[in-house]
């Protein structure tokens, strides 16, 4: 399995850390740049499905879920990217105070976890277990790099869902791939920061009339 080359995409995770939008596509990037090269692909069987722009019923298609049409994936493989629930985990802190700047400013920390499912797709079920494996042993395999590339505390398989048939055509089949990475939400507030320093509880209780 070739490495991957860091220097083509790494998001701007710096200033804002990861956002659902942003995590979509660095798993629709990694993707893409894994199946555009057969010298890539582990699998010899997935070798001619290469990814293109310019897809034929040839072509492996690579898709959010959110804009995937799933007419494309009539003929063709696919594998499908998912977003599921965050969940934001307490320091155990006071309004996660995690200490102060050099200028006094009191610095918040808060701790999130989050996941994609990949769903590889694929008319025949040996297809289906055979881009499935393609895809894990990818992500398993350079999980340790995909976190250190993009500064997050934690990315790593969870594990493969059993194969199932897809609701919407009996044909199709698919294994669910589960991938979790965490991080850390890190801000300060300053005095003035920003319209809370001019609200005043008066104003707020005169919106309600006075029982």
């Known amino acids: 399995m070739a490495e991957t080359d860091s220097t083509t995409f790494i998001p701007n995770f710096c200033s804002w850390?990861?956002?659902?939008?942003?995590?979509?596509?660095?798993?629709?990037e990694l993707l893409q740049q894994h199946f555009e090269s057969a010298n890539n692909i582990e699998h010899e069987e997935l070798q001619t499905r290469i990814f293109s722009k310019t897809a034929s019923l040839n072509?492996?298609?690579?898709?959010?879920?959110?804009?995937?049409?799933?007419?494309?994936?009539q003929r063709r493989?696919?594998?499908?990217?998912?977003?599921?629930?965050?969940?934001?985990?307490?320091?155990?802190?006071?309004?996660?105070?995690?200490?102060?700047?050099?200028?006094?400013?009191?610095?918040?920390?808060?701790?999130w976890r989050g996941s994609h499912t990949l769903f590889p797709i694929a008319k025949e079920g040996a297809e289906a277990k055979i881009l499935a494996a393609e895809v894990y042993r990818y992500f398993n395999y350079?999980?340790?790099?995909?976190?250190?590339?993009?500064?997050?505390?934690?990315?790593?398989?969870m594990g493969v869902g059993a194969p199932a048939?897809?609701?919407?055509?009996?044909?199709?089949?698919?294994?669910?791939?589960t991938i979790a990475y965490g991080w850390a939400d890190e801000w300060i507030l300053?005095?003035?920061?920003?319209?809370?320093?001019?609200?005043?509880?008066?104003?707020?209780f005169s919106i309600w009339p006075q029982e």
């Open 59 to 73: 072509n492996i298609l690579i898709e959010e879920s959110t804009v995937w049409t799933p007419k494309e994936t």
């Open 77 to 111: 493989p696919a594998v499908i990217v998912h977003q599921n629930g965050w969940k934001c985990i307490k320091r155990g802190t006071f309004d996660n105070v995690s200490g102060n700047t050099e200028e006094g400013f009191t610095r918040h920390t808060k701790y």
């Open 142 to 157: 350079f999980g340790p790099k995909f976190r250190r590339w993009f500064g997050l505390m934690m990315f790593e398989l």
């Open 190 to 204: 300053k005095p003035d920061d920003p319209v809370i320093a001019t609200i005043r509880l008066s104003d707020i």
């Open 17 to 28: 850390g990861p956002r659902p939008l942003t995590m979509d596509g660095v798993f629709v």
């Open 165 to 177: 048939r897809i609701e919407e055509w009996d044909e199709h089949w698919t294994l669910p791939i």
